[in-house]
T-cell receptor
Framework: DAKTTQPPSMDCAEGRAANLPCNHS???????VYWYRQIHSQGPQYIIH???NNETNEMASLIITEDRKSSTLILPHATLRDTAVYYC??????????????FGAGTILRVKS | GAGVSQSPSNKVTEKGKDVELRCDPI?????LYWYRQRLGQGLEFLIY????????KSGLPSDRFSAERTGESVSTLTIQRTQQEDSAVYLC?????????????FGSGTRLTVV
């Protein structure tokens, strides 16, 4: 699976949009981009995933560049409860012998009032 | 249930004792995963079950660690002769069919403390 690079930490003001970048320059054509977050003392939570088109759900938007070498997770109106570690993961959607997610260090997002 | 259930939520054990951690996946989820997270660190993959296929055990750190799963239901992670370095939160996750880009659903974890 392709490796990803994320900034170690970011701050965001409450109510503003949080834009979390992720570089995945070695991504393959059949690899998806997944985002998870982990709030303190909880298990990781799935946020969103995409292949090449931009995606939006009730939690966030995912913008993938045309060359697919990078992506941005957007939390449109960050709240204090969005303070968490955000993980960007790239992997194939289907794999005959293994589909495990490999978590990196992620980005610590601190939302401040 | 609606989510992935793990038990116990907390476990304190003496060094050298064996422990069993349990995971109840979401009904119908064919894939089940175990991860370990030491304090202040990232998630380490331990083992992956997919239906009746042979499990992917590539992440188990030593032969003191083993896991079983009955069909597509409950899984138990067993740690024998526990050591202080085994202290961590053990997280279980499940997902639907492997042939789809679904996300995982994680449980709340079991916090294991070896004293």
């Amino acid at each position: 699976d392709a490796k990803t690079t994320q900034p170690p930490s970011m701050d965001c003001a409450e109510g503003r949009a949080a834009n979390l970048p992720c570089n995945h320059s070695t991504i393959s054509g059949n690899e998806y981009v997944y985002w998870y977050r982990q709030i303190h003392s909880q298990g990781p939570q799935y946020i969103i995933h995409g292949l090449k088109n931009n995606e939006t759900n009730e939690m966030a938007s995912l913008i993938i560049t045309e060359d697919r070498k990078s992506s941005t997770l957007i939390l449109p109106h960050a709240t204090l409860r969005d303070t968490a570690v955000y993980y960007c993961i790239v992997r194939v959607a289907s794999s005959e012998y293994g589909n495990k997610l490999v978590f990196g260090a992620g980005t610590i997002l601190r939302v401040k009032s | 249930g609606a989510g992935v259930s793990q038990s116990p939520s907390n476990k304190v054990t003496e060094k050298g004792k064996d422990v069993e951690l349990r995971c109840d996946p979401i009904s119908g989820h064919t894939a089940l995963y175990w991860y370990r997270q030491r304090l202040g660190q990232g998630l380490e993959f331990l083992i992956y079950f997919q239906g009746n296929s042979a499990p992917d055990k590539s992440g188990l750190p030593s032969d003191r660690f083993s896991a079983e799963r009955t069909g597509e239901s409950v899984s138990t992670l067993t740690i024998q002769r526990t050591q202080q370095e085994d202290s961590a939160v053990y997280l279980c996750a499940s997902s639907p069919r492997r042939q789809a880009p679904y996300g995982y659903t994680f449980g709340s974890g079991t916090r294991l403390t070896v004293v």
